[in-house]
């Protein structure tokens, strides 16, 4: 979750204007509520603006164009400099969502599968799967990020675009891309 204080702005913007849909939940002043909705500019600019202590619980963007889109999310503390809070321009692809509640950030495919889900960490750069269900990365940015990942036995590498599958016995995991 996001806590705002008063004046503090979610703001935000996309490769291109109007395809990007974007809501924004959470309490105004103690009143749970959708805070905000609308489409992302190609220029930064403000989502919702706090009169009180608030907090978003939820932020959504719903590319709706026929093409992938980059997007940028910023919290701006009321006199104060922008934050990301999302990677610098990430890719959402067409008809693909994304969502974050401040602590992990998940992007859905069109048909409502997880395409990825990224949770902020201290760990080290990228690491061997060992026992664990999910890779520790550094991004481009020099964020630490853990993605989680859903591991599914298959015998071949056939599956639908972002499906992540391994091979009994091997010491990898694979991506199909389409």
């Known amino acids: ?29 103690n009143v749970l509520k ?48 922008a934050r990301r809070i999302v990677p610098k321009d990430l890719s959402l692809g067409k008809g693909y969502s994304l969502y974050t509640d401040g602590t992990k950030l998940t992007v859905l495919t069109p048909a409502g599968a997880i395409s990825y889900t990224v949770t902020p960490t201290d760990h080290g750069d990228l690491e061997g799967l060992g026992d664990d269900d999910h890779e520790h ?10 993605v989680e990942l859903t591991l599914t036995p298959q015998a071949s590498s056939t599956g639908a675009e972002g499906t992540i599958y391994y091979n009994s016995g091997d010491d990898h995991v694979y991506v199909c891309v389409g």
């Open 1 to 29: 979750m996001f806590v705002l204080e008063n004046g503090d702005k979610i703001r935000g913007d996309a490769s291109a204007t109007t395809v990007i849909d974007y809501t924004l939940h959470g309490l105004d002043n």
């Open 34 to 81: 959708q805070l905000a909705d609308g489409q992302l500019a190609d220029a930064i600019g403000d989502l919702y603006t706090a009169d009180s202590t608030d907090v978003v619980s939820a932020i959504t963007l719903v590319n709706t164009d026929s093409a992938a889109r980059t997007v940028n999310l910023y919290i701006t503390p009321s006199g104060g400099t």
């Open 137 to 146: 990365y550094v991004l481009a940015d020099g964020t630490r990020a853990i």
